[in-house]
């Protein structure tokens, strides 16, 4: 009997134990699903199946993904959302919803609807065949008939309400329509154009938000003036910064200025308007600024230019296996001129979980 008691406190103990420790952190989480639309930083490989340019299908893109098979991620490996997903103990990847392999069962636990080089503003996908964002809506509303031709009415209502979304839109509008030498295509004022970016994502925002979504995470933009392609314009035309790589000040001033109004004037009247949804800002400007000013606190050595090729301007088909990549991506923050690499990802994906991730999901 002694030994019995003995042993039975002993489990009682290790249980009391075993409760005390840290809660992993899936199991924190209640997201079904998680759902993406906006550019090329959350295109798992949508452009491959759209006949579009600018596309990564191709090596070195994808070099260092589990198969090393390029599978049209503009990186090296992993994107945020695919970290997202990890993180939430949903799947490994987010899959693109135009991947042929993608089965009705994947879509429950969501998609990337993204499309490298899409913007918010028609023009911006004019330049390109890419998936616009009506488009990309468009298609939503198509996997969410599947889905409820899956699971039934109900069910498919309680995924999609419990689905983390997330818009990652803009930075392509500012490059090609705000920035582009030698002129600029827009005829508004820095500030006038913003708020026209602005109030077409509030539309994007209206109407996930009436065809179910809840849980709505909207990205601000990075500090363009620090990308290695904005960087090497100021090196090649006249700028403050001629013949130095340092980022242009007064492009991050814009990119602040953009997620101020998002931040807030855009999304709090959503917030109190589209009534039973949470809508959260994801700051990217503050980690990617502090990644590139701060290199050695992530294990960077390399901030101001790419690994592919020169890393001053290889961006899609620019960057493709006939130039020279660097041997340690994990040292530098951009994987090309525009995008970052997985490393970098990875600290962006971070940032969400300890940010925003517990507003949304509580």
Avoid at 64 to 83: A, C, E, I, M
Wanted: net charge neutral; aromatic share 10%.
């Amino acid at each position: 009997m002694a030994s019995s008691s003995a042993t039975s406190f002993v489990l009682i103990l290790s249980f009391a134990c075993y409760l005390s420790l840290p809660i992993p952190i899936t199991a924190s989480y209640n997201i079904s699903a998680v759902f993406a639309f906006g550019d090329s930083t959350a295109d798992a490989g949508n452009n491959n199946h759209v006949n579009s340019f600018f596309s990564s299908d191709h090596l070195p893109y994808g070099r260092d993904l589990p198969s090393h098979v390029p599978r049209g991620r503009f990186s090296n490996g992993k994107l945020s959302t695919d970290y997202l997903v990890d993180i939430l103990g949903i799947k490994d990847f987010l899959p693109a919803y135009l991947d042929p392999k993608l089965t009705d069962n994947d879509l429950l636990t969501g998609a990337s609807f993204a499309s490298g080089g899409s913007g918010l503003d028609k023009r911006t996908t004019a330049l390109t065949p890419v998936l616009d964002l009506p488009t990309q809506l468009d298609l939503f509303e198509q996997a969410f008939k599947r889905i409820r031709k899956l699971v039934g009415e109900e069910k498919a209502r309680v995924i999609v309400e419990n689905a983390l979304f997330v818009i990652s839109a803009g930075t392509n509008d500012m490059l090609y329509n705000a920035y582009s030498f030698p002129t600029r295509v827009i005829e508004l004022t820095m500030s006038g154009y913003q708020d026209f970016l602005l109030k077409n994502l509030e539309s994007v925002v209206e109407k996930l938000y009436r065809v179910g979504a809840r849980k709505i995470a909207v990205t601000g933009l990075p500090p363009i003036g620090c990308l290695p392609i904005q960087i090497t314009v100021d090196n090649i035309f006249p700028s403050p910064h001629w013949l130095r790589r340092e980022c242009n000040d007064d492009q991050n001033r814009d990119s602040q200025a953009y997620n101020s109004k998002l931040n807030s004037q855009i999304l709090p009247p959503l917030q109190t308007r589209l009534r039973g949804a949470k809508i959260g800002y994801l700051n990217i400007y503050k980690p990617i600024l502090d990644m590139a000013t701060n290199p050695a606190k992530y294990g960077f050595n390399q901030t101001h230019q790419g690994c592919c090729g020169t890393g001053l301007l290889e961006i899609g088909p620019l960057c493709n296996v006939l130039v020279p990549v660097c041997l340690h991506s994990s040292k530098y923050l951009f994987w090309d001129a525009v995008h970052l690499t997985q490393a970098g990802y990875s600290v962006l994906a971070d940032y969400f979980g300890k940010t925003l991730l517990t507003y949304l999901i509580n």
